[in-house]
């Protein structure tokens, strides 16, 4: 199975900077099948990205996925408090379908 | 609007089963896949079954097949998950997730979770 390494573990900014997150394939993604997910505290989930790069529907413009292959980054600019969360990376390019261990984005 | 909302969760001995439902509205539940997602405690996310549109075909990973079983009523819009021989393990709040219906088994809505807690 393909095992995602996200970096850093936590990431410590203040809002109005820009994030930075990885997500690392152990093997190549395949046809860039890879999603980022952001969780609040107590919430469910919300869908970012898919297909790496495609904001989902009602995603601010701040969010940009990018990368292919084994790498890939989601990028947050101007960060906003609501920013401060978790970030999940997924690939669904090949079974089964695995997440990364998660980015915690915490406020500086 | 999209809703999906799991019931069924609790406090379960060692060795017990539950079951977990999930009704969802806002979409025509036919022509989707449907996916259970667990958050173990401090952990990260982990893909435990999905199923398809018309309920004749399942996925769960190695590690949950013969203990784990979904289901789905399309005429009441809903995807069960029973859950047999559990253990500490398996505590976890699990998610209720749609597949979406464009290529890829990414998730475009999750329902808020239910905990499962597995403890004497």
């Known amino acids: 199975e393909v095992v995602l390494t996200q970096s850093p573990g936590t990431l410590s900014l203040s809002p109005g900077e820009r994030a930075t997150l990885f997500c690392r394939a152990s093997q190549s993604v395949t046809s860039n099948k890879l999603a980022w997910y952001q969780q609040t505290p107590g919430q469910a989930p919300r869908l970012l990205i898919y297909d790496a790069s495609t904001r989902a529907t009602v995603i601010p413009d701040r969010f940009s996925g990018s990368g292919s292959g084994t790498d890939f980054t989601l990028t947050i600019n101007r960060l906003e408090p609501e920013d401060f969360a978790a970030y999940y990376c997924q690939q669904y390019g090949s079974s089964p379908s695995t997440f990364g261990q998660g980015t915690k984005l915490e406020i500086k | 609007q999209v809703q999906l909302v799991e019931s069924g969760g609790g406090l379960v001995q060692p060795g017990g089963s539950l079951r977990l439902s999930c009704a969802t509205s806002?979409?025509?539940?036919?022509?989707?896949?449907m996916a259970w997602i667990r958050q173990a405690p401090g952990k990260g996310l982990e893909w435990v079954s999905h199923i398809n549109t018309a309920g004749t075909a399942t996925y769960y990973p190695d590690s949950l097949k013969g203990r784990f079983i979904i289901s789905r009523d399309n005429v009441r819009d809903s995807v069960d998950l029973q859950m047999f021989s559990l253990s500490a393990e398996d505590t976890a709040v699990y998610f209720c997730a749609r597949i979406t219906n464009l290529p890829g088994y990414y998730l475009d809505y999750w329902g808020q979770g239910s905990q499962v807690t597995v403890s004497s």
């Open positions: 806002g979409f025509t539940f036919t022509n989707y896949y």
